[in-house]
C-alpha cells in the first residue's frame, strides 16, 4: 500500500494551495480518508478527514479555510488550502484508514511553508 502526497510548496501568507494523495494497492472507496500535520517537536494533528460517504469534519483553526474532497475513480483525496497563515506551516501527511478492518496506512509527507 503506498500513499503519495503532493502539492507542498512555499506560498506567502493569504494565498492557497492544493495538496494531492493518491493512494495505490488498495481499494479507495471504502476507506476514511484524513490529513494530518506536524511541526518538529509537536504532535501530528488532524487537520480534516472525509468519510467514504463523503462527510467531512475539521479541526476548528482550519474549519472555513480548508476544504477535502476525494476522487474515487482516481483514488486521491484532495486538501484544498485558501487563507494560509504562517501558523500553516508543517508537513503534512494523508492517511487512510479502513474501520472496519482496523487498518491504517500514512503516506510520506508534504512540506508546506507560509511564510509572513
Known amino acids: 500500500v503506498q500513499l503519495q502526497a503532493s502539492g507542498g510548496g512555499l506560498v506567502q501568507a493569504g494565498e492557497s494551495l492544493r495538496l494531492s494523495c493518491t493512494t495505490s494497492?488498495?481499494?479507495?472507496?471504502?476507506?476514511?480518508m484524513g490529513w494530518y500535520r506536524q511541526v518538529p517537536g509537536k504532535q501530528r494533528e488532524l487537520v480534516g478527514r472525509?468519510?467514504?460517504?463523503?462527510?467531512?469534519d475539521y479541526d476548528y483553526s482550519v474549519k472555513g479555510r480548508f476544504t477535502i474532497s476525494r476522487d474515487n475513480a482516481k483514488n486521491t483525496v484532495y486538501l484544498e488550502m485558501n487563507a494560509l497563515k504562517p501558523e500553516d506551516t508543517a508537513v503534512y501527511y494523508c492517511n487512510a484508514r479502513n474501520i472496519m478492518r482496523n487498518q491504517d496506512w500514512w503516506g510520506q509527507g508534504t512540506l508546506v511553508t507560509v511564510s509572513s
Open positions: 472525509i468519510t467514504s460517504g463523503g462527510s467531512t
Open positions: 494497492g488498495l481499494i479507495f472507496r471504502p476507506n476514511e
